[in-house]
């Protein structure tokens, strides 16, 4: 059996835990969080053992964990994910990776120091439509991918928004770190490249020190060019992609169907597996574990890449 420890009962464990019911030798063995009524929904649902100190959990289970999952606020990344390292701990850390380029370089060198995993969890790879609309591009069907474009809108600062993503020392930013970095993710994933220029502005929400909205002008190294606008205000919730090919033209529409048109035009739809992608994320997870591999699929690299990008967006890194 895979013993897992859970660093963080809130809104993505959710996520988790549904996909730890699709595997059968695999158990979220211990769980820690401070809020009493996150960690006991977590514990009364798995039968894990409760913590309120993830570093006591850690220290008492260190020998017996194959992997722990991180999912707690952007702040705490680094700190738990070294301490993980430094106990020998394979890590799944959620996205984004940290608050700043250093705090992820701090990070990869732990890891790499103590030879444990590090997997951030970007996960747009296992978006079923994602997959469908990659194996569109590489088809070559459509030509060449020259361009995309993402607008997306939800209510930023809900009232359900837990507090600390609208502060920036914990959060490292607002939308565009924390949605902004989906959209670089979905990007990354396109176009098998990395983010080679970004350009464009944010902008702050009142009596906030992070952002609400943002436009972002990305250059990727193979060439590709994207502009991403992510708006935080009350209104429609929705979210569009569409990619501009030399021979034709993709869209993903928010119900995940995907919509395609070559030369002439002539728009086909598909409608793709609705199974969550964080399913076939955790089962891959796993699955590392299992082979004894310990190579991410979404590595320390990879997350620093989308870091470094919007923290060069916000004007906080060159
Ligand atoms: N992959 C995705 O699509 C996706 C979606 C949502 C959130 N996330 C990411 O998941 C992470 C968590 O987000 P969330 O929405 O679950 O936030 P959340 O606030 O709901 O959960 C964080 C939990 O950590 C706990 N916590 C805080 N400090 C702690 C400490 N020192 N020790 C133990 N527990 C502590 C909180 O009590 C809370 O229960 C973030 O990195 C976020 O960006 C990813």
């Known amino acids: ?110 890891c790499e120091k103590a030879g444990v995993m590090l997997w951030v969890g970007h996960l747009q790879k296992y978006m079923p439509h994602n997959v469908f609309v990659k194996s569109l591009i590489d088809s070559g069907e459509l030509g060449e991918l020259v361009s995309c474009s993402e607008t997306r809108n939800c209510n930023y600062f809900s009232d359900d928004r837990p507090r600390w993503f609208l502060s920036k020392k914990m959060s490292g930013g607002g939308i565009m770190i924390n949605l902004g970095a989906h959209a670089l993710d979905k990007l990354k994933f396109f176009t098998g490249a990395d983010v080679a220029e970004i350009n464009g502005g ?51 529409n928010r119900d995940n169907s995907v919509e395609w048109c070559g030369v002439d035009g002539v728009f086909k739809k598909k409608e793709c597996d609705k199974t969550p992608a964080m399913t076939y994320q955790i089962q891959d997870v796993i699955a590392t574990i299992r082979n004894g591999s310990k190579k991410p699929v979404v590595d320390g690299a990879y997350g620093l890449d989308i870091v470094h990008a919007i923290k060069r967006l916000y004007g906080d890194e060159k």
Do not use: W
């Open 1 to 110: 059996m895979i013993k897992v420890a859970l660093i963080g009962c809130g809104k993505i464990s959710r996520g988790h835990l549904n996909a730890f019911k699709t595997i059968d030798d695999a158990k979220i063995v211990a769980a820690c969080d401070l809020a009493e009524a996150n960690l006991k929904a977590v514990c009364d649902e798995t039968g894990a053992a409760p913590y309120t100190d993830y570093k006591q959990m850690i220290k008492e289970l260190a020998n017996e964990l194959d992997l722990a999952i991180i999912t707690l606020p952007h702040g705490l990344h680094g700190e738990a994910t070294c301490f993980c390292a430094e106990h020998g701990v394979d890590v799944f850390l959620e996205k984004p990776m940290g608050i700043d380029s250093d705090d992820c370089k701090r990070m990869i060198e732990a």
């Open 202 to 252: 944010v902008h702050i929400r009142d009596g906030y020190d992070c952002e609400d909205s943002g436009q972002a002008f990305v250059k990727m190294s193979n060439g590709v060019t994207a502009q991403l606008t992510l708006i935080g205000h009350t209104g429609a919730i929705y979210e569009t992609v569409a990619l501009y090919l030399t021979k034709g033209e993709i869209r993903i």
